[in-house]
């Protein structure tokens, strides 16, 4: 029987990550038009990336080819063995909404990505830069990336009621997320602290608070305009939603009246709340409520017409 014949990459890729393997060593389009589809040993080893996946520090020689290899990175068949260089590889395109959403899957991942270490923070700095228009400035002192990022998520309301108000803003200064009703007993009265870390008033310092507060002006301007092109977006897909009824195949019903939606109570208040961003939980809840309100609102224009019929009729 003939002995079983090894690719290179079988010999020197572990099974568990053969799949992001295959991603990062893959050949471009034109390397695979002029060479042969079998790959040889030489030129697999020739691969930049096959040092980020080699099992063991163990060198071999190979008479055939006279290479000393040295295979070298950290192998691992576990989540839990997962190292902070594959993550640099993996996270590398992540928006720092998807990095949050990853530190919560396991304990062994939040306590790689929500750490202090400097490789980690290079991830989450580099998800901020590339991901978040208007947070280009570097955390203020004392401040880590992912605290950085996590104060300035506005859709998750004040951190200290809880609640989603239209007043809710960043405080540089304390370095809070809070509404007025919150901020004001707990930073306005004398007892309050100078600042955050009772940080120097430097010309430094303060020329940094303006830079901040100049970015979320910027900011709030590009979140009211978004989040009114998104409301008349909505309010313009259901008026032009149709239904289909027996015997009107050739006639475009309307499934709204657009004088009933732009009544539902759901959307005035939507549209007022005008400084919050809008995400995609809203966009859905908005969405259901506006379709409850509109069938309330056609029953009761249905009972009073009803009403109105039957004092015709009585009179």
Known sequence: MAPKVVSPFEEFIPWAIRPLAKRLLRSSKKTKATTNNTTTRESFLSNPFLKFFSPSTTTKENSSFNLNVTKEFYKFSKLEDISVEYLLLICKDFTPYELISLAGT?????????????????????????????????????????????????????????????????????????????????????????????????????????????????????????????????????????IEEDGCENLRLFKYDPKLLRQCPSYNAEWRLYDQPFTNGDESKLRKLMENEYRVLVEKLYYQSQESQELQESQ
């Open 106 to 242: 396991c304990k062994r991942l939040r306590e790689l990505l929500m750490s202090d270490d400097a490789s980690v923070q290079s991830i989450w700095r580099n998800s901020r830069l590339q991901h978040m228009r208007y947070l280009q400035l570097p955390p203020p002192y004392l401040l880590t990336e992912q605290e950085y990022i996590g104060l300035t998520m506005m859709e998750r309301g004040c951190q200290f009621c809880g609640k989603r108000k239209n007043w809710v803003r960043v405080y540089w200064r304390y370095q809070v997320r809070s509404c007025y009703e919150c901020y004001k007993p707990r930073f306005v009265s004398g007892k309050a602290p100078q600042n955050k870390n009772s940080t120097p008033e430097t010309t430094t310092y303060l020329a940094d608070l303006k830079n901040r507060e100049a970015a979320d002006r910027k900011q709030l301007r590009v979140t009211i305009s978004q989040r009114k092109k998104r409301l008349t977006d909505i309010l313009h897909e259901l008026e032009s939603e149709t």
